[in-house]
Structures are given as structure tokens and as C-alpha cells.
């Protein structure tokens, strides 16, 4: 070995072994750190879970809603798997320049897809840092540069991650070069069957023959030392990095190389669903609470989550897992209505906090027993963690930087509750997120604790649950106006204990639901799905006052204890009438009832209006007339009548149901249906979900304005909706925009029921507007919510 190979293998088997030490030490760290987190069974159907996770991996299905990174990104990350076989190989050149692995070595196929993935890895990341920097917060809209998905990122280690795969890539090419232009000094041979062939060719080195070229003119020693150096330099790249991250256990942008496998594989659905719909329940030691033996828990047992141990292990591995790519925080309709949630700085915040604390929690009791102020050894940012007070509170946040890296001389507490009550449970982040965390469940929680440990919630939503208490409706209206929308309809609305005994007796039980019952907008939607049913020869009864309000505000305000009365309550009443097939009209209920009422034992057929009443138009029950002078077949109309649909979270993100309203608008007669940039799984949110229909907006701009100027930049005359907290919030926008000059009064916000209503009237009687009016019943004696 000549003195140049001494040194280098010396040095990086030096470096090699201490970045193997250090990887193994954080390593056993994580471990550790995720143990701290409360347990969780995440290990059924292990099956169906691998199933998913190569999907998910090898068809990158969660990357694919940005198509060119999701290209990008699928051959920079196979390209990692695959030539980690050149790494071995370099080891072997430090002693032996022309060292090739035994057995594939020289097989083609192994030489053909190492190059491949070589050129497609290197354009790969060469995209990647090109939509970086095209997406730079220095570029985005604003001064601030708060668009940019990558506002909050920590630039370096992206950077660093970004160099060291360029510099990995070229080294590869650069060393596949130089062995194509040794082989043909030494004139080295191989052999496809009896045939010797020059290893210096075109099946050898198909992509990289002609860089061997460039090298020709070396002599053989040059070139072997050459070899030497450049695979020196590709092993010293790879284990810098290995230390560097191994020092860095929260450089998410490298570790999900790692950690997203595992975050996929334990994802709350088996299948592969996100991680929307249902709640999880409060649980204590990995069980779900059982609320009627609540009085018998231990004093310190936590009702949600207070500290960041109190989350539960899966959690904690959510939190290291983010590559703060962003695709939350570009979707969050707090976040782009320049309020100070981001899902994105909220999980890094999050997972800087737990690694911060992680040390103190896992020190001997001795050491704890004389607290931090005492103890040595612990870092500036485990003393500041173990210090805060607590998880959720007021940080005096500046509104350019409302999260961002633990500040060990930060505040008093981690997150503000600014933060925490921002968030309108839409779903967009986790249905966004590539990794599969779960951003959602984790505000959720958070909020349980305020709610049920500290009475510490919002002021708005002191009413919301007195009226929930005392008449199970968020109004605090009497039960007995609950049947006032039914009056002066043509046909009897039959009531479940009066009209009828027995569900058997009829098709379908329909929830009208509190705002289907109280408000005024929504009450022409109940009367439309009724007459279409009616219409349509659908039997149906509903329970009058014995209804109550599902619960989905207080659950997603975080009291769960006032859920779990009113879900118990009417799974109770649901299953003492038999209930079987239900259809509501709003989001909120169907979700509730469809995805968490099976958690107490109420297990039902739901269906929302607008997948019954397509049903029913494609079964010829129901049959939309065009008005005079459109035209039938090609829907074409003398005043055309154009409509755009927005997507309720509820329905769309949390449900996967997008196609029937759809289907039912572009049914229509004279409809020239417009599709607003965001909708489907980009809807963006009306702003009422997550309780926040009943808290007013302090921070920011307005989200229903936001969304509403979407809508009318279609061009659209009517805005159609399916869901009556949209119908609130959207209508409110749609009125501040007719204020403001940037609507008109023509333009009107109606339920997809209500159009359909009116080109079915159109068969029956000729006449019928988009509103579908009947006779109303008098306005509700009290005013409709804060919206």
C-alpha cells in the first residue's frame, strides 16, 4: 500500500467508527426518548400495514399532490438505497484501486442501475434545491415571506442534507469514470459467456464511459491514486453526515430518511387511510377512558395531553419524523389567514421541546430528586425545557415568529394558546403531510387538558357549552322548537315515538341536526332534503326532540366530557329506536355519527344528503328540468347559470367524499359548473370547524373571506355548499363582499339540495329558484351564532 492509501484508510475508518458509535448512541437515545411517551397499540394487521407502507414508499402516493417533487424526491430517495453497494465499494478501493464487490462487481444489470440511479439521484436533488430556492421565503409573496412553505425551515441542515447527496452523486460518477479509464489502460477483461469482452465498454459503463474519456491521457498510477482520493472523499462525505445527524437528533430533513418508515408503518389505519375522521378518545395508560369510573383515577392521571410526555410514544416519533417540508403549513387556513398557527413550526417546536427535556426525564431519580437548578452535566436547553412551566400558555409571541427552535431564555410556556385555538381541525396538514404525522390528534389533545385540567379555554366558548349542558343544542334553544323548520310543509314530516314506532317502518331515519333545526339558513336546506325525499318516494321520519347536538364542537374544543354526555345520549335514543340508516345534512354530524359513535356501541349506515339525492337522480326517482330556453342535452341556457362547489372539510378531507355533489351540480340543467383551485383534498376551509363557528376571529384576516373571494373569482354566480356551517361562514363572506363592492347582491350561497330542488320543481310546476323557497316558518327568537 503506498503511503496515500495508508493515510486514507486510517482516517476514514477512524471517522467511520465514530460515526457508528455515534449513530448507535442516538440511536438507543430515540428509543429511549419515544418510551417516555405514553403507550399506544399501533401493531394490528401487521399485514395490511406493510402492505402500506411500500405503497407508500415505493409508489411515494403521499408525495404525489406536488407531481414534479414527488419525481424528484422518488429518485433521489431510491438512490440512497441503491448505491449504498458504491460505499462498500469504496472501502474496498482504499486498499485495492480496481477492487470491485464480489459477484456483482462486474454484472451488468447491478452496473446499469448504479448508473442510473447515479444521474437520476443527481438530478434528482438538483430539482429539489432548484424548488427550494424558487420557493424561498426571500421570494415569497409578503414581507415576511410567510407563503413560502419553507417559512420556519431550518435552512442549514436542508442545505447540508442537499450538498452532501450532490457531493455522494458526483463522487459516484466521478469514481465510475476513473474505473472505466483504468480498465482500458490495463486493458482489463471479463467475460459474457465464452465471449471475453473489455470491462473498458459500453456494457460495463453505459452512462459513464464517455467520462472515462477525460481521463484518458492519466497514466495507470495517477489514476489509481486519483481512485483513492475520490473514494476517500465520497466515504468521509457520507460519514460526516452520519456524525453530523447523529449530533442532530432533531434534523428531521435527514433523519425521515429513516424514521418515515416506521411513522408509515404505525400510522392510526392499517389500510392506509389518513389519519382523519374520527377522534381518538382520551386514553390512560394506552386504554381509552371509561368516564363512567372516572372518579377513580389516580389524582396525577392526565385527561389529554399537559406536558410532552403526557403524548403518547407514537407522538413523540411524529414529531422527530418531520422533514419541515411545509405542505402543512402552505394548506393551513390559519397559517394563510396570517394567524400564528403553523402545523409545521408547532410539530418542530414540539419535537425540539421533547429532545430538550428528554435528558432530564431520563436521569436517575436521584439526580431529579435535586432538581435541575442543581444538577451538572445538562444542557442550556434541558434546563430551559425542564423550567417551563408549562405546555400551553401565553409566550408574549412575535407574530413574524410565533414558533420556531426551543429558545433556552424562552417563556413560560412552549406553545401559545394563540396557537392552540387557531386551529380549525380541517384536516389539511395531516392529509398533506408525506410522512404521515398526525397534527390534528396532537392540537386535540393539547386542548383536552385546558379544557378538563385547567379551565383554560377560550372566553366564546363559555355559552357554546352551557348550552350544550342545559338544552343539547349549541343556541340554548328550547328542545320543542326543533320540528318549527317542518311547519306549513306540503306533506307530514313523521316523528320517531309519534307518527312512528318503529325505523322498519321507514327508509331512512334523518338527522336534521341543531343547525338544521335553529338556524335560519339551514333550515332551507332540511326543508329541501325533505321535499326531495318526499318527492322521491323516500319514507322517512325524524326524532324531533329527541335529538340532540352530536357533540363535534365540544370534542374538538377539547371537552370531552361534555362529548361523551351527548354522543352516550343519543346513541342511546339511536339504538332504542332501531336505528339502522340515517342521512344527515351536515358534515359535522355525519362524521360524528359515521366514524366516532361506533366507539360507544353505535354502529350505523350513514350517508350524507348528497350522496342519497345523487342516488336518487341516478335511479330516476328525482328528475332535474331545465328552465325555459336551456337546453336540455347540452345544459346549455339562454342566462346560463354558473356554479362553483366548495368542499367541506368534514366531508371531503375527513370522508373522502367528493364525486356525488359533483355529479348532482353538473346533473343540472343550464349549470356551468367552475372548479375553485383549491377544492378536493386542497379545499380550503370555511373557517367554523374545530368549535371555531363559535369563537370570533381576533388574529388575522377572516378564513370565510378568504375563501369566499376564492369562490367568486370563478366568475361564479351561486357558491354551493353541503354542509350548514358552511353555509354560515360562506354566506357572512359572501355579505362583507357585497359590502365592500367585490360582489354583487345577484350572487347567492345555496345547498347543493336547494339547487336540485328547484330543476325538480321545474318538472312539477314550472317555476322554482335556486333558493327552493316554501313557506317559512318565523325567524328563530334568538340570534344565530358568532361565526
Known sequence: ??????VAVVVCLGVTAVAVAL?????????ATFRLGQPEDRGDDKGARTRTLLREFLGHTRMSRLPVVAVAHWFTMISFGVLFFTLLGAFGQLFQPDFALPVIGHFPPYEWVTEFFAWTGLLGILALMVIRQKNHPRSAPGEDGRRSRFFGSTFWQAYYVELTILGVTLCILTLRGLEYALAAQRGATGSVGSTAVSEASALHYPMTGWLGGLYSGMSVGALENAIVVVAAVKILISFAWMITIALQPTMGVAWHRFLAFFNIFFKRHADGRTSLGELQPITVDGKPLDFENVDELDEDAALGVGKVEDFTWKGLLDFTTCTECGRCQSQCPAWNTDKPLSPKLLVMTLRDHAHAKAPWLLASEEVRAGGIEAADGFSDETKAAVATEQLVGETGYDIRHPLQAYNPHGPDAVIDEDVLWSCTTCGACVEQCPVDIEHVDAIVDMRRYKNLIESAFPAELNGLFKNLEKNSNPWG???RLRMDWAKDLPFEVKQVGQDVEDLDEVDYLFWVGCAGAYEDRAKKTTRAVAELLDTAGVSFAVLGDGEACTGDSARRA???FLFQMLAQQNVETLNEVGATKIVVTCAHCFNTIKNEYPQLGGQYEVLHHTQL????????RLTPVARPGENAQ????STGAKVTYHDPCYLGRHNQVYAPPRELLQILPGVEYAEMERSKEKSFCCG?????MWMEEKLGTRINTNRTEEALATGADRIAIGCPFC????????NAAIQDGKATEEVEVVDVAQMLLAAVRRGNDGGGTAEAETPEPQPDPEPAPVA
Not at 23 to 31: A, I, Q
Open 1 to 6: 500500500m503506498s503511503a496515500l492509501q495508508i
Open 634 to 637: 347540452t345544459g346549455a341556457a
Open 613 to 620: 339525492l345523487n342516488r336518487l337522480v341516478r335511479e330516476k
Open 477 to 479: 334553544l328550547a328542545p
Open 558 to 560: 377539547g371537552n370531552e
Open 688 to 692: 367554523a370547524g374545530g368549535a371555531r
Open 727 to 734: 353555509k354560515v361562514m360562506l354566506s357572512d363572506g359572501l
Open 23 to 31: 449513530l448507535v448512541k442516538t440511536v438507543n437515545r430515540f428509543l
